[in-house]
């Protein structure tokens, strides 16, 4: 088989600075070891997030010419409109200004104290607004999502028997939603199979409870379903995206994933009193409903990128672009998340840094290590962002340290990936002379946004 390659040529680009080791030991010193704090002038490869981030393409960007910027009832929202319902099959569609306001919006109507939200594992953001509306967050991932070096195809599928056993004990009426989030970005950006959101949509209609999708990567969670699952070999993205969206009560978007998108997000749903509830929220916090909080122009943006995503050929790409980087990481040794997942390669820091228990935070530690080599941004998925405290002040770890390389959309090229796979190997050869960090200053929500940290 040839080479995979980037189905794109570049147009316009952007420079890299250049910085030395020297440099970067003062830059990330000052930005008290937390890559959120650091410039992204002085970063080489930007591997923060796959977030707003994606390169757009020339049709998006004419798109953003035509982009009618009316207060109400824009052409560009009925575009925008359009799309989405056609691509999921809801017809009531709520543009926000990202997928997290989309939440908060959602959250706002149906959480509360006493409640609980179910999902594979929640977003950060996500779990902190389901938390900021006094509703608890609940993740029941399945047994094979919780072993970063365990290879399976699915491992981000909802372990059904438990969330039977969870609705049982607590009563679907104290269970508002049910959320999947395709593909499971905090645990491993791992795909959910048809057949588990299908189980999921009949154990929700048994006891009477909505299901959404968290629907960011849906176009790369449905070519892992076309690449492996039985019977989807040869049905086209669309067909695939229609099927899991048909089994949802509605989903959450944000658009500065999968929508080639630099800001945006929606929902989507069937349920009118559900929607106009939302729309009452909309207009007192991001906008009139034709618009949300969005300008007409990234209406547009997104509308073309929805269906740019589903592009098998860059589906191909983006897929075996992850698989890439983290089959030469394997090859060097380095404990990695397997299989790849869609949007980021995860090392699992846990196994790469043994040395450093989970209260010195070994994933930020080896963020910082990364930094320092080759000027790589990454971000920690462990302790830092999800650890809590007990009633005694002690730190209850996250089930795993994990540490992401989120890749851009679009952005950077094969050379830009073996550079990194080359900082990465390095580091790991020397990885009994990284030092674990200690917090000094942290937020009470979101603390790894803004944590300073101090090494030991
Ligand atoms: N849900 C998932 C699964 C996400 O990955 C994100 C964002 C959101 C919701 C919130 O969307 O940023 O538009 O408000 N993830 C980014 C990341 C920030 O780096 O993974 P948002």
């Known amino acids: 088989m040839k080479t995979i390659i980037e189905p794109f040529r570049i147009k316009s680009v952007e420079p890299i600075y250049f910085n030395t080791v020297e440099e970067r030991k003062a830059i990330l010193s000052g930005a008290f070891y937390n890559p959120f704090l650091i410039h992204s002038k002085d970063v080489l490869i930007d591997l923060l997030t796959d977030s707003g981030t994606s390169a757009m393409s020339s049709n998006q ?4 010419m035509q982009g009618d ?4 009832g824009s ?3 009925f575009r925008f409109e359009k799309t989405i319902q056609d691509i999921t099959g809801m017809p009531l569609v709520i543009p926000t200004h990202q997928g997290r306001a989309a939440e908060k919006i959602l959250f706002s109507i149906i959480g509360g104290k006493g409640k609980y939200i179910i999902s594979n594992t929640l977003f950060d953001t996500t779990r902190a607004n389901i938390e900021f509306s006094g509703a608890e967050g609940v993740d029941l991932i399945c047994e094979e999502g919780k072993y970063p070096s365990i290879p399976a195809p699915f491992k981000g599928n909802i372990d059904t028997e438990a969330l039977e056993n969870f609705i049982k004990d607590k009563g679907a009426e104290n269970i508002p939603l049910c959320i999947i989030t395709i593909t499971n970005n905090s645990g491993g950006g791992q795909p959910v199979s048809m ?3 299908r189980e999921v949509r009949r154990i929700c209609t048994a006891y009477n409870i909505p299901m959404f999708i968290d629907a960011c990567r849906f176009a790369e969670n449905a070519y892992f379903i076309k690449l492996r699952e039985e019977g989807y070999a040869n049905k086209s993205i669309p067909e695939i995206v229609r099927e899991l969206f048909s089994y949802a009560d509605g989903c959450t978007m944000s658009a500065k994933k999968d929508a080639f998108a630099n800001i945006g997000g929606f929902l989507a749903m069937h349920d009118e009193s559900l929607a106009l509830k939302c729309r009452n929220l909309l207009v007192i916090t991001e906008g009139f409903p034709t618009y949300g909080g969005l ?4 209406l547009e943006a997104i509308a073309i990128g929805l269906v740019e995503v589903m592009d098998e050929y860059y589906l191909q790409y983006r897929i075996r672009s992850t698989e890439y980087l983290t089959n030469k990481l394997i090859a060097a040794g380095v404990p990695v998340m397997q299989p790849a997942g869609g949007h980021a390669v995860y090392i699992d820091s846990k196994a790469f840094l043994p040395h450093i228990p989970p209260h010195q935070y070994p994933g930020q530690a080896l963020v910082g290590a990364l930094y320092l080599e080759g000027g790589i941004r990454s971000v920690e998925i462990g302790s830092l962002m999800f650890g809590k405290y007990d009633a005694d002040g002690i730190l209850v770890p996250a089930q795993m340290e994990l540490v992401r390389l989120a890749i851009p959309r679009r952005v950077y090229t094969q050379s830009h990936i073996d550079y990194v796979a080359e900082v990465i190997i390095e580091v790991f050869e020397k990885r009994n002379t990284i030092k674990g960090l200690r917090i000094t200053e942290e937020p009470a929500m979101l603390r790894h ?4 940290l101090e090494q030991l």
């Open 75 to 77: 052409p560009s929202f």
């Open 195 to 197: 057949q588990n959101i």
């Open 449 to 452: 946004f803004t944590a300073k």
């Open 61 to 64: 960007w004419a798109g953003i």
């Open 295 to 298: 300008a007409g122009r990234d």
């Open 69 to 72: 910027e009316s207060y109400a």
